[in-house]
């Protein structure tokens, strides 16, 4: 029998990559116009009433300098409807995906951060909404993959691949920060990454899911470079302090996930120079 997969946050850079590969399952495409995820009782009785085999959350507040002054909305979103969401999963018995991010860590480390480490203390409200929703999915859903993942870019939403373009196209010199470290991950290589965990019955459990680098991971700088380079753009760039451009929210320093259970994903630059080709075709 056919699986039936509900994809909440469906209109997402994610969730779009993610119809296209799992087009071959029976997808049930939320967003917004379809569910609340804030809402208890619509989360309940909505999802309920489909009966999916596997939810998969794609949703949250990403919005990093916003969280800082939209905390209750952070908390709703990234914490509160995990815990909906974990509720209804256990009591339907409805195996759960959900998106989390390298943002839970404290950035410390300059290695990275394998699935188990416990290096947490987020730096940001961001992080820290996102860190109280995994432990309520690991506290309240007893079939669950938590799949962490970071520096998300794709076709289908803003990201910093396209604000760089955008950028390299009007200005001739810029500086972009050197001293923030993680690892970027394109969004049809993570929807890859789940269609495996739904096709080989992997133990549940947290996961992590990044295009590869070298240890530690690259800079944004690194990052940029790269992105003119294979996208032929012609620009002075110089690398900065990111005292330089001051944010709202703090960012970890180092932040690269490694992956050590899945299997490893394509390396970073591989999977940008697919991305630059085929955003071309848009």
């Known amino acids: 029998m056919e699986r039936k997969i509900l994809i909440i946050g469906a209109k997402g850079m994610l969730g779009q990559d993610l119809a296209n590969i799992l087009s071959n399952f029976d997808l049930a495409l939320w967003d917004k116009q379809e569910i609340d995820i804030t809402d208890e009782y619509q989360v309940?009785?909505?999802?309920?009433?489909?009966?999916?085999?596997?939810?998969?959350?794609?949703?949250?507040?990403?919005?990093?300098?916003?969280?800082?002054?939209?905390?209750d909305l952070a908390l709703a979103v990234n914490n509160r409807a995990v815990g909906y969401l974990a509720q209804t999963a256990k009591k339907t018995g409805t195996i759960l995906i959900h998106i989390s991010t390298d943002y839970v860590f404290n950035g410390q480390n300059k290695d990275g951060y394998e699935e188990n480490s416990q290096a947490f203390d987020p730096v940001n409200f961001y992080g820290e909404s996102k860190l109280l929703g995994e432990k309520d999915l690991q506290l309240i859903a007893p079939q669950f993959y938590l799949l962490r993942t970071s520096w998300l870019y794709g076709k289908n939403g803003k990201n910093f691949v396209e604000t760089?373009?955008?950028?390299?196209?009007?200005?001739?010199?810029?500086?972009?920060?050197?001293?923030?470290?993680?690892?970027?991950?394109?969004?049809?290589?993570?929807?890859?990454?789940?269609?495996?965990?739904?096709?080989?019955?992997?133990?549940?459990?947290?996961?992590?899911?990044?295009?590869?680098?070298?240890?530690?991971?690259?800079?944004?700088?690194?990052?940029?470079?790269?992105?003119?380079?294979?996208?032929?753009?012609?620009?002075?760039?110089?690398?900065?302090?990111?005292?330089?451009?001051?944010?709202?929210?703090?960012?970890?320093?180092?932040?690269?996930?490694?992956?050590?259970?899945?299997?490893?994903?394509?390396?970073?630059q591989d999977a940008l120079a697919d991305y630059l080709k085929e955003r071309e075709k848009i």
């Not at 309920?48 to 959350?57: G, M």
């Open 44 to 71: 309940k009785t909505k999802i309920s009433a489909l009966s999916p085999d596997f939810i998969i959350n794609c949703a949250a507040y990403t919005a990093v300098d916003d969280c800082e002054k939209n905390k």
């Open 164 to 268: 760089m373009i955008k950028l390299g196209k009007e200005q001739k010199e810029l500086k972009v920060v050197n001293d923030q470290f993680g690892k970027p991950t394109y969004t049809v290589d993570l929807a890859r990454q789940i269609l495996y965990i739904l096709n080989n019955n992997l133990p549940f459990g947290i996961y992590h899911a990044v295009n590869e680098t070298k240890i530690g991971g690259i800079s944004w700088y690194d990052f940029a470079r790269k992105i003119f380079e294979l996208a032929n753009l012609n620009v002075k760039l110089e690398p900065c302090d990111s005292r330089v451009y001051p944010m709202p929210a703090k960012r970890p320093q180092y932040s690269a996930l490694i992956n050590t259970k899945l299997p490893p994903m394509r390396d970073w």
